[in-house]
């Protein structure tokens, strides 16, 4: 059963910065993308960051550019997503999937096969 947990998620100020994890199980980690999306009350889910597997590669949404960075730990099977100078509209819940293989950046949320539950990222003015 493949499991996805997030974590670190918080209460922060204008500016100020977080670090999300997740932590991941039942899956062959080492061999899949791995990527944050956030959904803000009455909006649509919203792409953040991709890692893939084969090689370095990353990518970022346009908000989150120069501020957001996502990295891997294959040992840990585990994900991160460093992020700082935080804004009030990166306010949202954070969520960690997974898919097999590497990511395109033609694809979105519904090419990613496992999600966790999400974390609550609340960034006050």
């Known amino acids: 059963q493949v499991q996805l947990v997030e974590s670190g998620g918080g209460l922060v100020q204008d500016g100020g910065s977080l670090r999300l994890s997740c932590v991941t199980s039942?899956?062959?980690?080492?061999?899949?993308?791995m990527g944050w999306f956030r959904q803000a009350p009455g909006k649509e889910r919203e792409f953040v960051a991709v890692?893939?597997?084969?090689?370095?590669?990353?990518f970022y949404g346009d908000s989150v550019k120069g501020r957001f960075t996502i990295s891997r730990d294959n040992a840990k099977n585990t994900v991160y997503l460093q992020m700082n100078s935080l804004k009030p509209e990166d306010t949202g819940v954070y969520y960690c999937?997974?898919?097999?293989?590497?990511?395109?950046?033609?694809?979105?949320?519904?090419?990613?096969?496992?999600w966790g539950q999400g974390t609550q990222v609340t960034v006050s003015s």
């Open positions: 039942g899956l062959t980690f080492s061999s899949s993308a």
């Open positions: 999937a997974a898919r097999r293989g590497n990511y395109g950046p033609m694809m979105g949320s519904a090419d990613f096969h496992s």
């Open positions: 890692i893939n597997w084969s090689s370095p590669a990353t």
